[in-house]
């Protein structure tokens, strides 16, 4: 449910009952993201329920991103595996990305570990080769998925697992040397080539895999902190506490499959998911194996129980007893601190026991398989007391036999890692000299130690004669973090880049003081010490936080009211109209208040909406009056006039109407009026109102309500005038009165008449 960022009022959301392509009708909005939100909908097509993504505004107005989105979004629509969400139907428009998917009824796994905590091996196990096989399906098709994640695994009640959101995670970031904060949303599980902002390939859900596999196994994540800065800086840079540490019933083989799933150098980790599947079905066929990766954490190793193991046989071979004494006492302290936390586990019955069918003896032999390995181990070390019993013998023997002789010959041992003054102390009676052939920066090894040796590791030397030459590191080249505040993002992040080589991962946020693209900090901060070549983050601002807001209705309004409803969400722009209503009301908003669906309309803060005020000046349209003229009309000249409130707007003028078919009238006004048609005869000057018309000057419409023919016919009849009267045979008028042609009298009259 979405809220009014000003009201705190409920809103429904403006896609609920809209229909997507004419055929998807949405009907809840069942997932918000960063950068989508997906709703449940009716096919009405197909006539099933599906989950239709919508690609938020602020990505769909990106034409980059717009275009990689289709794209890839076609290739995610091949993928086809059971473990795998059936993508439907991908469609774009001018305003609208979406992508049409098979609707679950479950949970998330996410949400399933919360319910549980700490899961079980066994249940870890059936999930894990789930996503892996969906990853290994959609990995042979070029498509990685990069955002693996509990909340993109979806969990049926069955067991069974369906993993969402395919490729669609690559496109919430940068691709290349830069990261978003929106990329970063997925940190705990990102990889350390996705923190750096490297290219990324399958072996970066391989990574994701692994964090996940820890986290269910020990109800903790690998890495935590509270920014995600410093936990993305933890993947890339530390190593988490092993498995077993924190609980010490997970088997020992499972744990190696975890940290080699970890290792934060790429070619060290399984090079496919079929790989490290064949892994997890050896350990599934016999939960004792132990895999024995002793390349895994090796880093860590190396400065620690690996370096000191070493060191501690080489000293005691040279019968050295003040440096075996300080191996052994260095080894103490890291065995120390190696402590066991115990914890309790809780699981969900789920019906998947089709894959555990051989499980079910396991933990009922669970201690015969305790005493076992423990016969295993006492073995081993039966086995490694004898090796190095043989080995003090064959050194008696090579001394027995080279006795007085000069020298015996050794065998090169590995010092790279130590301390220049340490072996220099320790082996001094073993070489002749050991001197120093150079010193390099060195973001592996610390300041002092040995980066490499001249004769190399395992070559034959005469014991006390030979002379050893070793480079030495300076530790890492530490450079002084610049001053870029305020600087605009590209020259910041060149002189981060290329001035000082600094691999720069862009942080965008929202920040009301510093203008768009400027910069307002670094992590580390300015002028602290960082190593070269190392992540500096550069925050970015990208304006005041936006927000949505709804859009008020504003029409009818006064100006200066409507200004105010709208002041501090809203840009405002003005522009007037002719109008009836009265002056500086709003008739018009470019944004209307309710959207089709017949919700409110909810927008971004600080858009653009324009007013239309009135000016109070009744605009004035034109139409045509057309009408017949009746037949039979003796000839005259006529004026028609058209009459609105007794004001004439619209007359026309015919010489002869015994001529005219049709008269047009162009008349003006404005909104709907009733039009009197009036006729004058100019000979006679009488007139007659012969119709009367409903015209509507918006619509630009002209109904006929009444003509009276027979009036305008009336003021034209043939008028008979005597000039001279019609005399009968017998001298008489027409009237059959007589008259006298030779009266005197009747011509006088006649004349005194004029």
């Keep these: 449910m979405k809220y009014d960022f000003f009201t705190g009022v409920k809103l429904m959301d403006k896609n609920i009952g809209k229909k997507i392509d004419g055929r998807y009708e949405i009907t809840e909005l069942i997932g918000v993201g960063g950068m989508a939100d997906v709703y449940k909908a009716n096919d009405l097509l197909e006539n099933r329920v599906v989950a239709v ?16 989105f289709r794209n890839e979004s076609k290739a995610i629509a091949v993928l086809s595996h059971p473990n795998i969400v059936k993508v439907f139907d991908v469609g774009f428009s001018d305003k609208l990305q979406f992508i049409v998917m098979e609707y679950i009824d479950g949970i998330t796994l996410k949400e399933f570990m919360e319910q549980q905590g700490v899961l079980k091996w066994k249940d870890t196990v059936h999930f894990i080769i789930q996503i892996l096989k969906a990853l290994q399906h959609a990995h042979d098709r070029g498509i990685v998925h990069r955002d693996i994640k509990p909340q993109n695994i979806m969990l049926f009640p069955d067991g069974q697992i369906k993993v969402m959101d395919f490729g669609i995670a690559r496109f919430a970031r940068e691709e290349g040397k830069t990261i978003s904060d929106k990329a970063i949303g997925s940190v705990h599980y990102i990889s350390p080539e996705q923190a750096r902002g490297d290219i990324t390939d399958e072996k970066s859900d ?14 903790v994540k690998p890495f935590d902190a509270d920014n995600p800065v410093t936990v993305a800086l933890m993947h890339m840079q530390n190593e988490p506490k092993m498995p077993r540490e924190i609980n010490d019933s997970i088997p020992e083989g499972l744990e190696e499959i975890v940290v080699r799933a970890m290792q934060k150098e790429p070619s060290k980790r399984y090079q496919s998911a079929s790989e490290m599947i064949k892994d997890i079905e050896e350990f599934k066929k016999n939960p004792s194996i132990v895999f024995e990766y002793k390349y895994l954490s090796e880093k860590t190793q190396y400065y620690n129980a690996n370096a000191v193991s070493r060191a501690a046989a080489a000293y005691e071979a040279a019968g050295n007893e003040k440096a075996s004494k300080l191996a052994h006492d260095k080894a103490g302290e890291h065995a120390a601190a190696k402590t066991k936390t115990k914890v309790k586990t809780k699981s969900k019955k789920y019906d998947y026991d089709e894959d555990y069918d051989d499980y079910d003896d396991y ?16 073995t081993a070390i039966a086995a490694g007391i004898l090796i190095i019993v ?21 065998k090169m041992p590995n010092i790279v890692g130590y301390s220049f003054q340490e072996v220099k102390t320790y082996w001094a009676s073993s070489f002749k000299d050991i001197t120093i052939e150079s010193q390099e920066y060195s973001s592996e090894y610390p300041e002092g130690a040995i980066i490499s040796q001249t004769p190399a590791e395992g070559r034959d030397y005469l014991v006390g004669q030979v002379e050893v030459k070793v480079v030495v590191s300076k530790g890492p080249r530490m450079v002084s973090i610049p001053n870029v505040y305020g600087l605009d993002s590209a020259t910041a992040q060149n002189m981060l880049a290329n001035n000082e080589g600094f691999n720069v991962i862009i942080m965008s946020v929202c920040d009301d003081e510093v203008d768009k693209d400027y910069v307002i900090m670094t992590d580390p901060a300015r002028n602290e010490q960082a190593e070269y070549g190392s992540t500096v983050y550069l925050y970015v601002s990208r304006g005041p936080e936006e927000q949505d807001v709804i859009v008020p209705d504003v029409v009818g309004q006064d100006l200066d009211k409507a200004k105010e409803l709208l002041k501090d969400k809203f840009t405002v722009q003005v522009m007037t109209a002719d109008s009836a209503e009265p002056e500086n009301t709003v008739i018009e908003q470019s944004i209307p208040a309710v959207g089709d669906d017949g919700s409110a309309n909810i927008v971004p803060i600080k858009s653009t909406i324009i007013l239309t005020v009135s000016t109070g000046v009744v605009p004035e349209e034109e139409a045509v009056i057309t009408f017949k003229i009746p037949s039979n009309i003796d000839s005259g000249s006529v004026t028609f006039n058209c009459y609105y409130n007794g004001k004439i707007i619209g007359t026309e003028q015919i010489d002869n ?25 100019n000979g006679t000057n009488e007139n007659a109102t012969i119709g009367e018309y409903e015209i509507d000057f918006d619509e630009n419409t002209v109904t006929e309500t009444n003509f009276e023919k027979e009036l305008l016919r009336n003021l034209f009849a043939e008028t008979q005038t005597e000039t001279e009267p019609d005399y009968n045979d017998d001298g008489s008028d027409g009237n059959n009165d007589y008259v006298d042609l030779n009266d005197e009298d009747f011509w006088n009259e006649l004349l005194n008449g004029y």
């Design 53 to 68: 993504k919508i690609l938020k505004n602020e990505f769909a107005d990106n034409e980059d991103f717009v275009r990689r």
């Design 206 to 219: 391989i990574y994701s895999v692994g964090v996940m596999m820890y986290e269910m196994l020990t109800g």
């Design 363 to 378: 933990e009922d032999d669970e201690k015969v398989s305790k005493s076992s390995y423990l016969v295993v181990i006492l």
């Design 390 to 410: 043989v080995a003090f013998t064959a050194l008696a023997i090579i001394r027995t036999i080279n006795n007085g002789k000069d020298a015996e010959v050794g």
């Design 657 to 681: 109407i015994a001529y005219a078919k049709t008269v047009s009238i162009t008349v003006k006004g404005s909104g709907l009026e009733t039009i009197i048609l009036e006729a004058i005869n």
